[in-house]
């Protein structure tokens, strides 16, 4: 049963901002790290934030100082903030444990940045 359930994507305009969330079990959020990842057209997958249990945060250098991650580990939620965003930030958003676990992939949330 599906137990990770993005949302929050949309079309937004170049410059625009987007917040999306991620809604996670508690078996498998409260005691892991969690990570954002996106999968854009043409590209492998790939990390875009990622958080600890214990809310420290790392981000891949193409969205520093515009994307933002934190937690609510009594809601068992993760959000992304997105700022300043771009075309080529286009892609399926994905969250999951960092590590990710390959069973818990889902459907993901489409970010679509264009004019």
């Known amino acids: 049963q599906v137990q990770l359930v993005e949302s929050g994507g949309g079309l937004v305009q170049p410059g625009g901002s987007l917040r999306l969330s991620c809604a996670a079990s508690g078996s498998i959020f409260k005691l892991n790290a969690m990570g954002w990842f996106r999968q854009g057209p043409g590209k492998e997958r790939e990390m875009v934030a990622t958080?600890?249990?214990?809310?420290?945060?790392n981000y891949a250098d193409f969205v520093k100082g515009r994307f933002f991650i934190w937690r609510d580990n009594a809601k068992n939620t993760v959000y992304l903030q997105m700022n300043r965003l771009k075309p080529e930030d286009t892609a399926v958003y994905y969250c999951?444990?960092?590590?990710?676990?390959?069973?818990?992939w889902g459907q993901g949330t489409q970010v679509t940045v264009s004019s």
């Open positions: 999951n444990t960092d590590p990710p676990q390959g069973m818990h």
């Open positions: 958080i600890t249990s214990g809310s420290i945060s």
